[in-house]
Protein backbone atom coordinates (compact mmCIF):
# COMPACT_ATOMS: atom_id res chain seq x y z
CA UNK A 1 0.00 0.00 0.00
CA UNK A 2 1.01 3.25 -0.93
CA UNK A 3 2.30 5.97 1.43
CA UNK A 4 -1.35 8.13 0.87
CA UNK A 5 -3.49 4.87 0.77
CA UNK A 6 -2.54 4.19 4.21
CA UNK A 7 -5.55 4.57 6.86
CA UNK A 8 -4.83 7.79 9.02
CA UNK A 9 -3.09 6.95 12.60
CA UNK A 10 -4.51 7.47 15.54
CA UNK A 11 -3.54 11.35 17.28
CA UNK A 12 -2.72 13.02 20.14
CA UNK A 13 -4.77 16.58 20.14
CA UNK A 14 -5.35 18.83 22.89
CA UNK A 15 -2.15 17.97 25.36
CA UNK A 16 -0.07 20.39 26.45
CA UNK A 17 3.53 18.87 25.53
CA UNK A 18 4.98 20.58 28.56
CA UNK A 19 2.37 19.13 30.72
CA UNK A 20 2.11 15.59 28.85
CA UNK A 21 3.17 12.54 31.22
CA UNK A 22 7.25 12.30 31.34
CA UNK A 23 6.65 8.53 29.50
CA UNK A 24 3.99 9.20 27.11
CA UNK A 25 6.43 8.18 24.28
CA UNK A 26 6.70 4.37 25.72
CA UNK A 27 2.76 4.05 25.59
CA UNK A 28 2.03 6.01 22.23
CA UNK A 29 4.19 4.28 20.51
CA UNK A 30 3.54 4.24 16.26
CA UNK A 31 2.68 0.48 16.35
CA UNK A 32 0.26 0.56 19.40
CA UNK A 33 -1.51 4.28 17.70
CA UNK A 34 -2.14 1.96 14.68
CA UNK A 35 -3.19 -0.59 16.70
CA UNK A 36 -5.67 1.56 18.31
CA UNK A 37 -6.68 3.41 15.01
CA UNK A 38 -7.87 -0.09 13.57
CA UNK A 39 -9.39 -1.34 16.60
CA UNK A 40 -11.49 2.19 16.09
CA UNK A 41 -12.10 1.80 12.52
CA UNK A 42 -13.85 -1.77 13.23
CA UNK A 43 -15.47 -1.46 16.08
CA UNK A 44 -16.48 2.26 16.71
CA UNK A 45 -19.09 2.04 14.14
CA UNK A 46 -21.02 -1.11 15.63
CA UNK A 47 -20.40 0.84 19.42
CA UNK A 48 -22.44 3.99 17.61
CA UNK A 49 -25.52 1.68 16.51
CA UNK A 50 -25.73 0.00 20.27
CA UNK A 51 -25.51 3.57 21.64
CA UNK A 52 -28.37 4.28 19.38
CA UNK A 53 -30.16 1.18 20.29
CA UNK A 54 -29.96 2.03 24.30
CA UNK A 55 -31.86 4.96 23.64
CA UNK A 56 -34.77 3.58 21.68
CA UNK A 57 -34.55 0.79 24.86
CA UNK A 58 -35.29 3.32 27.08
CA UNK A 59 -37.71 4.88 25.00
CA UNK A 60 -39.51 1.73 25.29
CA UNK A 61 -39.31 1.53 28.79
CA UNK A 62 -40.62 4.94 29.62
CA UNK A 63 -43.71 4.32 27.27
CA UNK A 64 -44.14 0.11 29.22
CA UNK A 65 -42.62 0.72 32.61
CA UNK A 66 -42.00 -3.11 31.83
CA UNK A 67 -39.14 -5.51 31.34
CA UNK A 68 -38.78 -9.31 30.33
CA UNK A 69 -36.71 -11.74 29.47
CA UNK A 70 -36.01 -11.80 25.71
CA UNK A 71 -38.18 -14.67 23.82
CA UNK A 72 -35.46 -14.20 20.90
CA UNK A 73 -33.10 -15.72 22.93
CA UNK A 74 -34.63 -18.71 24.82
CA UNK A 75 -32.99 -21.29 23.16
CA UNK A 76 -29.81 -19.76 24.45
CA UNK A 77 -31.00 -19.81 28.00
CA UNK A 78 -32.38 -23.67 27.49
CA UNK A 79 -29.58 -25.08 25.63
CA UNK A 80 -26.26 -27.18 27.16
CA UNK A 81 -23.32 -25.19 27.01
CA UNK A 82 -20.66 -23.98 29.15
CA UNK A 83 -17.83 -21.17 28.87
CA UNK A 84 -14.22 -21.84 29.00
CA UNK A 85 -12.43 -23.30 31.96
CA UNK A 86 -10.88 -20.65 34.13
CA UNK A 87 -7.19 -20.57 33.91
CA UNK A 88 -5.48 -20.92 36.76
CA UNK A 89 -4.69 -17.09 37.81
CA UNK A 90 -7.94 -16.89 37.95
CA UNK A 91 -9.61 -20.25 39.82
CA UNK A 92 -9.44 -18.68 43.59
CA UNK A 93 -11.47 -15.19 43.66
CA UNK A 94 -12.14 -15.13 47.02
CA UNK A 95 -10.97 -11.23 47.57
CA UNK A 96 -10.88 -8.69 45.29
CA UNK A 97 -9.79 -5.21 45.99
CA UNK A 98 -10.48 -2.29 43.12
CA UNK A 99 -8.69 0.87 43.00
CA UNK A 100 -7.10 3.49 40.40
CA UNK A 101 -4.15 2.83 38.14
CA UNK A 102 -2.46 5.48 40.37
CA UNK A 103 0.86 4.63 41.64
CA UNK A 104 0.33 4.18 45.11
CA UNK A 105 -2.71 2.00 44.46
CA UNK A 106 -0.73 0.33 42.13
CA UNK A 107 1.89 -1.34 44.46
CA UNK A 108 -0.45 -1.38 47.51
CA UNK A 109 -3.25 -3.25 45.96
CA UNK A 110 -0.73 -6.14 44.44
CA UNK A 111 0.70 -6.44 47.81
CA UNK A 112 -2.44 -6.62 50.00
CA UNK A 113 -3.04 -10.48 49.92
CA UNK A 114 -6.32 -10.25 48.04
CA UNK A 115 -6.17 -12.95 45.07
CA UNK A 116 -7.27 -9.73 42.05
CA UNK A 117 -6.91 -5.91 42.13
CA UNK A 118 -9.21 -4.67 39.82
CA UNK A 119 -6.98 -1.60 38.00
CA UNK A 120 -9.31 0.51 37.62
CA UNK A 121 -9.75 3.27 34.42
CA UNK A 122 -13.44 3.77 34.69
CA UNK A 123 -15.32 4.74 37.54
CA UNK A 124 -12.36 4.75 40.23
CA UNK A 125 -10.36 6.64 37.55
CA UNK A 126 -11.19 10.64 36.37
CA UNK A 127 -10.03 10.17 32.80
CA UNK A 128 -7.48 12.79 32.56
CA UNK A 129 -4.22 12.40 30.48
CA UNK A 130 -2.12 12.14 33.20
CA UNK A 131 -4.37 8.99 34.63
CA UNK A 132 -5.21 7.54 31.38
CA UNK A 133 -1.45 7.41 30.00
CA UNK A 134 0.09 6.98 33.98
CA UNK A 135 -2.34 4.29 34.66
CA UNK A 136 -0.68 2.46 31.57
CA UNK A 137 2.72 3.25 32.49
CA UNK A 138 2.09 2.06 36.14
CA UNK A 139 1.25 -1.58 35.17
CA UNK A 140 3.92 -1.90 32.88
CA UNK A 141 6.32 -1.08 35.72
CA UNK A 142 4.31 -3.51 38.02
CA UNK A 143 4.76 -6.23 35.74
CA UNK A 144 8.25 -5.55 35.31
CA UNK A 145 8.65 -5.26 39.07
CA UNK A 146 9.94 -2.02 38.89
CA UNK A 147 7.77 -0.27 40.16
CA UNK A 148 7.55 2.45 43.50
CA UNK A 149 6.03 5.00 45.33
CA UNK A 150 6.93 7.63 48.10
CA UNK A 151 4.89 9.61 49.80
CA UNK A 152 5.08 13.82 49.94
CA UNK A 153 5.33 13.29 53.58
CA UNK A 154 8.57 10.67 52.85
CA UNK A 155 6.62 7.10 53.39
CA UNK A 156 7.72 4.52 50.50
CA UNK A 157 5.91 1.95 48.88
CA UNK A 158 7.11 -0.57 46.93
CA UNK A 159 6.46 -4.35 45.85
CA UNK A 160 7.05 -7.28 48.12
CA UNK A 161 9.97 -8.96 46.34
CA UNK A 162 9.01 -12.54 47.30
CA UNK A 163 5.26 -12.77 47.34
CA UNK A 164 2.85 -13.89 44.91
CA UNK A 165 1.33 -10.63 44.27
CA UNK A 166 -2.43 -10.16 43.03
CA UNK A 167 -4.05 -11.25 39.56
CA UNK A 168 -4.57 -7.69 37.63
CA UNK A 169 -7.96 -7.73 35.82
CA UNK A 170 -8.14 -3.99 33.84
CA UNK A 171 -11.23 -2.53 33.76
CA UNK A 172 -11.72 -0.28 30.76
CA UNK A 173 -14.15 2.38 30.39
CA UNK A 174 -17.88 2.15 29.39
CA UNK A 175 -18.75 2.22 25.55
CA UNK A 176 -20.42 5.16 26.14
CA UNK A 177 -17.23 7.79 27.06
CA UNK A 178 -15.25 8.81 24.33
CA UNK A 179 -11.59 9.74 24.66
CA UNK A 180 -11.34 13.44 22.94
CA UNK A 181 -7.05 13.66 22.88
CA UNK A 182 -6.65 10.45 20.86
CA UNK A 183 -8.67 10.62 17.03
CA UNK A 184 -8.48 8.84 14.19
CA UNK A 185 -9.32 11.09 11.72
CA UNK A 186 -12.34 13.62 13.03
CA UNK A 187 -13.46 11.30 15.69
CA UNK A 188 -12.61 10.68 19.05
CA UNK A 189 -11.84 6.86 19.61
CA UNK A 190 -13.93 5.38 22.40
CA UNK A 191 -12.22 5.52 25.69
CA UNK A 192 -12.78 1.37 25.86
CA UNK A 193 -10.86 0.89 23.19
CA UNK A 194 -8.00 3.35 24.11
CA UNK A 195 -7.89 1.65 27.38
CA UNK A 196 -8.07 -2.01 26.30
CA UNK A 197 -5.76 -1.35 23.17
CA UNK A 198 -2.79 0.22 24.65
CA UNK A 199 -3.01 -2.52 27.74
CA UNK A 200 -3.56 -4.97 25.38
CA UNK A 201 -0.74 -4.26 23.16
CA UNK A 202 1.86 -3.31 25.72
CA UNK A 203 1.21 -6.36 28.08
CA UNK A 204 -0.54 -9.09 26.29
CA UNK A 205 2.10 -11.30 25.39
CA UNK A 206 4.40 -10.71 28.63
CA UNK A 207 1.33 -11.43 30.57
CA UNK A 208 0.72 -15.06 28.56
CA UNK A 209 4.63 -15.59 29.42
CA UNK A 210 3.56 -15.62 33.20
CA UNK A 211 0.51 -17.22 32.92
CA UNK A 212 -1.72 -13.94 34.58
CA UNK A 213 -3.52 -12.34 32.02
CA UNK A 214 -4.45 -10.49 29.64
CA UNK A 215 -7.66 -10.71 31.87
CA UNK A 216 -10.28 -7.44 31.82
CA UNK A 217 -13.45 -5.87 33.68
CA UNK A 218 -16.55 -4.88 31.31
CA UNK A 219 -18.21 -2.21 32.50
CA UNK A 220 -22.18 -0.89 32.31
CA UNK A 221 -22.93 -3.34 29.34
CA UNK A 222 -27.00 -3.02 28.61
CA UNK A 223 -27.08 -5.96 26.17
CA UNK A 224 -25.68 -8.96 25.20
CA UNK A 225 -24.94 -7.12 22.19
CA UNK A 226 -22.98 -5.34 23.42
CA UNK A 227 -20.73 -8.31 24.75
CA UNK A 228 -21.01 -9.62 21.00
CA UNK A 229 -19.10 -6.51 20.47
CA UNK A 230 -16.54 -7.08 23.09
CA UNK A 231 -15.55 -10.40 22.05
CA UNK A 232 -15.55 -9.71 18.16
CA UNK A 233 -12.99 -6.43 20.06
CA UNK A 234 -11.04 -9.71 21.86
CA UNK A 235 -10.83 -11.95 18.96
CA UNK A 236 -9.32 -9.31 16.51
CA UNK A 237 -6.87 -8.32 19.24
CA UNK A 238 -5.50 -11.69 19.31
CA UNK A 239 -5.38 -12.22 15.94
CA UNK A 240 -3.59 -9.24 15.02
CA UNK A 241 -0.88 -9.79 18.01
CA UNK A 242 -0.30 -13.40 17.36
CA UNK A 243 -2.06 -14.01 20.50
CA UNK A 244 -4.05 -17.34 20.85
CA UNK A 245 -7.42 -16.94 20.59
CA UNK A 246 -9.13 -17.67 24.07
CA UNK A 247 -6.02 -15.74 25.62
CA UNK A 248 -8.67 -12.88 27.10
CA UNK A 249 -10.69 -13.28 30.22
CA UNK A 250 -13.45 -11.02 30.53
CA UNK A 251 -15.79 -10.82 33.77
CA UNK A 252 -19.02 -8.71 33.01
CA UNK A 253 -20.56 -6.31 35.57
CA UNK A 254 -23.88 -7.00 35.90
CA UNK A 255 -24.59 -3.36 36.69
CA UNK A 256 -27.64 -2.37 34.36
CA UNK A 257 -30.67 -3.57 35.01
CA UNK A 258 -31.67 -4.71 31.64
CA UNK A 259 -28.17 -6.81 31.75
CA UNK A 260 -29.95 -8.41 34.36
CA UNK A 261 -32.75 -9.66 32.25
CA UNK A 262 -29.29 -10.78 29.76
CA UNK A 263 -27.26 -12.73 32.18
CA UNK A 264 -27.10 -15.90 30.13
CA UNK A 265 -26.92 -14.41 26.77
CA UNK A 266 -23.99 -12.07 27.74
CA UNK A 267 -21.91 -15.31 28.98
CA UNK A 268 -22.76 -17.07 25.95
CA UNK A 269 -21.70 -14.33 23.53
CA UNK A 270 -18.10 -13.98 25.42
CA UNK A 271 -18.12 -17.75 26.24
CA UNK A 272 -14.38 -18.56 24.98
CA UNK A 273 -13.73 -15.74 26.97
CA UNK A 274 -15.86 -15.51 29.25
CA UNK A 275 -14.72 -15.61 33.02
CA UNK A 276 -17.65 -14.64 35.43
CA UNK A 277 -20.07 -12.34 36.34
CA UNK A 278 -20.30 -9.49 38.97
CA UNK A 279 -22.84 -7.98 40.88
CA UNK A 280 -22.25 -4.21 40.71
CA UNK A 281 -24.46 -3.28 43.10
CA UNK A 282 -24.00 0.87 42.82
CA UNK A 283 -24.32 1.07 39.29
CA UNK A 284 -27.09 -1.23 39.39
CA UNK A 285 -29.21 0.95 41.51
CA UNK A 286 -28.27 4.29 39.90
CA UNK A 287 -29.72 2.25 36.52
CA UNK A 288 -32.97 1.28 38.18
CA UNK A 289 -33.14 4.69 38.55
CA UNK A 290 -32.50 6.09 35.34
CA UNK A 291 -34.06 3.80 33.27
CA UNK A 292 -37.62 3.98 35.58
CA UNK A 293 -36.99 7.56 36.39
CA UNK A 294 -40.17 8.54 35.24
CA UNK A 295 -42.33 5.55 35.21
CA UNK A 296 -44.42 6.50 38.88
CA UNK A 297 -44.11 6.31 42.47
CA UNK A 298 -43.43 2.01 42.49
CA UNK A 299 -40.22 2.79 41.18
CA UNK A 300 -39.18 5.76 43.57
CA UNK A 301 -36.23 4.49 45.33
CA UNK A 302 -35.78 5.00 49.08
CA UNK A 303 -32.22 6.89 50.50
CA UNK A 304 -29.14 4.78 48.99
CA UNK A 305 -28.49 3.39 52.48
CA UNK A 306 -31.76 1.79 53.06
CA UNK A 307 -31.23 -0.15 49.73
CA UNK A 308 -29.36 -3.12 51.15
CA UNK A 309 -28.60 -6.45 49.32
CA UNK A 310 -31.69 -8.23 51.40
CA UNK A 311 -34.33 -5.67 49.47
CA UNK A 312 -36.15 -8.58 47.64
CA UNK A 313 -35.32 -7.21 44.22
CA UNK A 314 -31.77 -7.15 45.30
CA UNK A 315 -31.88 -10.54 46.57
CA UNK A 316 -33.36 -11.47 43.54
CA UNK A 317 -30.38 -10.19 41.27
CA UNK A 318 -27.96 -11.56 43.24
CA UNK A 319 -29.29 -14.92 43.24
CA UNK A 320 -29.87 -15.08 39.74
CA UNK A 321 -26.46 -14.27 39.23
CA UNK A 322 -24.91 -16.84 40.99
CA UNK A 323 -27.44 -19.54 39.63
CA UNK A 324 -26.63 -18.43 35.86
CA UNK A 325 -22.86 -17.87 36.42
CA UNK A 326 -22.77 -21.68 38.25
CA UNK A 327 -24.97 -23.32 35.75
CA UNK A 328 -22.70 -21.92 32.79
CA UNK A 329 -19.12 -23.01 34.98
CA UNK A 330 -18.10 -18.93 35.54
CA UNK A 331 -17.52 -17.52 39.09
CA UNK A 332 -20.00 -15.42 40.75
CA UNK A 333 -18.51 -12.64 42.48
CA UNK A 334 -19.89 -10.41 44.94
CA UNK A 335 -19.86 -6.60 45.33
CA UNK A 336 -17.96 -3.37 46.81
CA UNK A 337 -17.49 -3.29 50.50
CA UNK A 338 -16.89 0.41 50.09
CA UNK A 339 -16.01 0.90 54.07
CA UNK A 340 -12.87 2.78 55.05
CA UNK A 341 -11.41 1.61 58.15
CA UNK A 342 -10.70 4.21 60.86
CA UNK A 343 -7.88 2.98 63.34
CA UNK A 344 -8.49 6.26 65.45
CA UNK A 345 -12.51 5.20 66.62
CA UNK A 346 -12.13 1.73 67.36
CA UNK A 347 -15.66 1.50 68.72
CA UNK A 348 -16.58 2.64 65.44
CA UNK A 349 -14.66 0.44 63.53
CA UNK A 350 -15.48 -2.25 65.13
CA UNK A 351 -19.10 -1.79 64.09
CA UNK A 352 -18.49 -1.06 60.49
CA UNK A 353 -16.38 -3.75 60.07
CA UNK A 354 -19.63 -6.13 61.39
CA UNK A 355 -21.46 -4.99 58.74
CA UNK A 356 -18.62 -5.65 56.18
CA UNK A 357 -18.86 -8.94 57.82
CA UNK A 358 -22.23 -10.23 57.78
CA UNK A 359 -22.27 -9.03 53.83
CA UNK A 360 -19.51 -11.10 52.89
CA UNK A 361 -20.89 -13.88 55.44
CA UNK A 362 -24.17 -13.39 52.83
CA UNK A 363 -22.88 -13.66 49.80
CA UNK A 364 -20.47 -16.76 50.61
CA UNK A 365 -23.33 -18.63 51.91
CA UNK A 366 -25.61 -17.38 49.17
CA UNK A 367 -22.53 -19.09 46.71
CA UNK A 368 -20.50 -16.88 45.58
CA UNK A 369 -17.24 -17.95 44.82
CA UNK A 370 -15.44 -14.37 45.81
CA UNK A 371 -16.13 -10.37 46.60
CA UNK A 372 -14.90 -7.56 46.43
CA UNK A 373 -13.61 -4.39 48.78
CA UNK A 374 -12.12 -0.89 48.56
CA UNK A 375 -9.45 -1.19 51.22
CA UNK A 376 -6.33 -3.42 52.00
CA UNK A 377 -7.71 -3.63 55.66
CA UNK A 378 -11.18 -5.22 54.50
CA UNK A 379 -8.65 -7.87 52.62
CA UNK A 380 -8.97 -10.17 55.59
CA UNK A 381 -12.76 -9.56 57.20
CA UNK A 382 -13.58 -11.00 53.37
CA UNK A 383 -10.86 -13.72 53.34
CA UNK A 384 -12.47 -15.09 56.52
CA UNK A 385 -16.07 -15.35 55.26
CA UNK A 386 -14.82 -16.90 51.90
CA UNK A 387 -12.16 -19.44 53.72
CA UNK A 388 -15.00 -20.64 55.98
CA UNK A 389 -16.87 -21.35 53.33
CA UNK A 390 -14.42 -22.56 50.77
CA UNK A 391 -11.61 -23.97 52.61
CA UNK A 392 -9.48 -25.35 50.49
CA UNK A 393 -11.47 -25.05 47.91
CA UNK A 394 -10.79 -22.84 45.10
CA UNK A 395 -14.32 -21.89 44.21
CA UNK A 396 -18.04 -23.11 44.81
CA UNK A 397 -19.14 -23.15 41.44
CA UNK A 398 -20.64 -26.86 42.15
CA UNK A 399 -23.40 -25.22 44.03
CA UNK A 400 -26.26 -25.01 41.31
CA UNK A 401 -28.39 -22.99 43.28
CA UNK A 402 -31.26 -24.60 41.13
CA UNK A 403 -33.81 -23.37 44.41
CA UNK A 404 -33.23 -20.12 42.80
CA UNK A 405 -36.32 -19.18 40.70
CA UNK A 406 -36.58 -15.58 39.53
CA UNK A 407 -39.06 -14.06 37.46
CA UNK A 408 -39.19 -11.09 35.68
CA UNK A 409 -41.22 -8.98 37.79
CA UNK A 410 -38.91 -9.88 40.72
CA UNK A 411 -36.21 -7.95 39.19
CA UNK A 412 -38.00 -4.89 39.36
CA UNK A 413 -40.28 -5.04 42.59
CA UNK A 414 -38.57 -1.67 44.25
CA UNK A 415 -41.98 -1.37 45.73
CA UNK A 416 -41.81 -4.12 47.75
CA UNK A 417 -39.52 -2.20 49.81
CA UNK A 418 -40.74 -0.79 53.10
CA UNK A 419 -38.06 2.50 53.67
CA UNK A 420 -39.15 6.02 51.91
CA UNK A 421 -37.40 8.94 51.11
CA UNK A 422 -36.08 11.13 54.09
CA UNK A 423 -34.53 14.66 54.41
CA UNK A 424 -31.77 13.35 55.55
CA UNK A 425 -31.14 10.73 52.42
CA UNK A 426 -31.51 14.49 50.18
CA UNK A 427 -29.28 16.20 52.04
CA UNK A 428 -26.87 13.54 51.80
CA UNK A 429 -27.17 12.84 48.12
CA UNK A 430 -26.34 16.70 47.76
CA UNK A 431 -23.44 16.30 50.16
CA UNK A 432 -21.95 13.44 48.78
CA UNK A 433 -22.73 14.55 45.28
CA UNK A 434 -20.57 18.00 45.34
CA UNK A 435 -17.95 16.59 47.56
CA UNK A 436 -17.33 13.47 45.07
CA UNK A 437 -18.14 15.83 42.00
CA UNK A 438 -15.54 18.65 43.09
CA UNK A 439 -12.88 15.86 43.12
CA UNK A 440 -13.58 14.17 39.93
CA UNK A 441 -12.70 17.57 38.31
CA UNK A 442 -9.38 17.73 40.02
CA UNK A 443 -8.42 14.19 38.41
CA UNK A 444 -9.81 12.00 41.83
CA UNK A 445 -11.88 9.19 40.76
CA UNK A 446 -12.10 7.10 44.15
CA UNK A 447 -12.63 9.38 46.96
CA UNK A 448 -13.45 8.84 50.76
CA UNK A 449 -16.33 10.35 51.73
CA UNK A 450 -17.63 9.88 55.10
CA UNK A 451 -15.88 6.89 55.89
CA UNK A 452 -17.01 5.47 52.56
CA UNK A 453 -14.66 4.94 49.73
CA UNK A 454 -17.06 6.16 46.53
CA UNK A 455 -16.71 6.28 43.10
CA UNK A 456 -18.42 7.66 39.51
CA UNK A 457 -21.39 5.86 40.72
CA UNK A 458 -21.94 7.45 44.04
CA UNK A 459 -22.74 10.88 42.15
CA UNK A 460 -24.46 9.42 39.60
CA UNK A 461 -26.99 7.94 42.49
CA UNK A 462 -27.19 10.85 44.29
CA UNK A 463 -28.44 13.41 41.44
CA UNK A 464 -30.67 10.61 39.55
CA UNK A 465 -32.47 10.53 43.10
CA UNK A 466 -32.46 14.01 43.71
CA UNK A 467 -34.21 14.38 39.68
CA UNK A 468 -36.49 11.52 40.38
CA UNK A 469 -38.02 12.74 43.13
CA UNK A 470 -37.96 16.16 42.10
CA UNK A 471 -39.87 14.99 39.35
CA UNK A 472 -42.39 12.17 41.48
CA UNK A 473 -43.17 15.09 43.59
CA UNK A 474 -41.96 13.09 46.38
CA UNK A 475 -42.85 13.99 50.10
CA UNK A 476 -40.31 13.66 52.64
CA UNK A 477 -40.87 12.22 55.78
CA UNK A 478 -40.75 15.85 57.27
CA UNK A 479 -43.84 16.55 55.34
CA UNK A 480 -41.55 18.67 52.98
CA UNK A 481 -41.90 18.62 49.16
CA UNK A 482 -38.97 17.75 47.33
CA UNK A 483 -38.70 21.05 44.67
CA UNK A 484 -35.83 22.59 42.47
CA UNK A 485 -35.93 25.58 44.75
CA UNK A 486 -36.05 23.34 48.17
CA UNK A 487 -32.19 20.90 46.42
CA UNK A 488 -30.32 24.51 45.42
CA UNK A 489 -31.19 25.58 49.14
CA UNK A 490 -29.42 22.82 50.32
CA UNK A 491 -26.70 22.92 47.99
CA UNK A 492 -25.99 26.67 48.61
CA UNK A 493 -26.23 26.07 52.42
CA UNK A 494 -23.53 23.30 51.76
CA UNK A 495 -21.42 25.11 49.58
CA UNK A 496 -21.56 27.89 52.20
CA UNK A 497 -20.56 25.32 55.55
CA UNK A 498 -17.34 24.02 52.73
CA UNK A 499 -16.46 27.54 52.04
CA UNK A 500 -16.33 28.17 56.19
CA UNK A 501 -14.56 24.99 56.97
CA UNK A 502 -11.59 24.84 54.41
CA UNK A 503 -10.88 28.80 54.42
CA UNK A 504 -11.24 31.32 51.27
CA UNK A 505 -7.91 30.34 50.07
CA UNK A 506 -8.21 26.55 50.30
CA UNK A 507 -12.13 26.86 49.06
CA UNK A 508 -10.68 28.84 46.28
CA UNK A 509 -7.66 26.00 45.28
CA UNK A 510 -10.24 23.58 44.92
CA UNK A 511 -13.10 23.27 41.84
CA UNK A 512 -16.26 23.80 44.44
CA UNK A 513 -18.81 25.81 42.21
CA UNK A 514 -17.93 24.14 39.21
CA UNK A 515 -19.21 21.24 41.00
CA UNK A 516 -22.20 22.54 42.54
CA UNK A 517 -23.29 23.61 39.31
CA UNK A 518 -22.98 20.40 37.60
CA UNK A 519 -24.65 18.78 40.16
CA UNK A 520 -27.71 21.30 40.13
CA UNK A 521 -27.50 20.89 36.12
CA UNK A 522 -27.53 17.10 36.09
CA UNK A 523 -30.11 16.88 38.87
CA UNK A 524 -33.04 19.73 37.54
CA UNK A 525 -32.49 20.10 33.99
CA UNK A 526 -35.59 18.67 32.31
CA UNK A 527 -33.59 16.56 30.11
CA UNK A 528 -31.83 14.12 32.00
CA UNK A 529 -27.93 13.20 31.33
CA UNK A 530 -27.41 9.63 30.50
CA UNK A 531 -24.34 9.94 32.66
CA UNK A 532 -22.92 13.18 34.50
CA UNK A 533 -19.25 11.97 33.00
CA UNK A 534 -20.44 12.89 29.87
CA UNK A 535 -20.57 16.85 30.92
CA UNK A 536 -17.80 16.72 33.44
CA UNK A 537 -15.61 15.78 30.89
CA UNK A 538 -15.58 18.81 29.43
CA UNK A 539 -14.71 20.45 32.03
CA UNK A 540 -11.49 18.70 32.98
CA UNK A 541 -8.56 19.79 32.18
Not at 499 to 514: M, P, V
Request: glycine share 8%; hydrophobic share 45%.
Amino acid sequence: MSAAAQPPPAVVTGVDPARAPERQGEILTEAALAFVAELHRRFTPRRDELLARRAERRAELARTATLDFLPETAHVREGDWRVAPAPEALQDRRVEITGPTDRKMTVNALNSGARVWLADFEDASAPTWENVIGGQINLIDAFERRIDFTSPAGKTYALKPDEELATVVVRPRGWHLDERRLRVGDRAVPGALVDFGLYFFHNARRLLETGRGPYFYLPKLESHLEARLWNDVFVFAQDHCGVPRGSVRATVLIETITAAYEMEEILYELRDHASGLNAGRWDYLFSIVKNFRDAGERFVLPDRNAVTMTAPFMRAYTELLVRTCHRRGAHAIGGMAAFIPDRRDPEANERALARVRADKDREANDGFDGSWVAHPDLVPVARESFDAVLGARPHQKDRLREDVRVTAADLIAVDSLEAGPTREGLVGAVRVGIRYIEAWLRGLGAVAIFGLMEDAATAEISRSQIWQWVHAGVVLDTGEKVTPGLVRSLAAEDLAGIRAELGDEAYAAGRWQQAHDLLLRVALDEDYVEFLTLPAYELLD
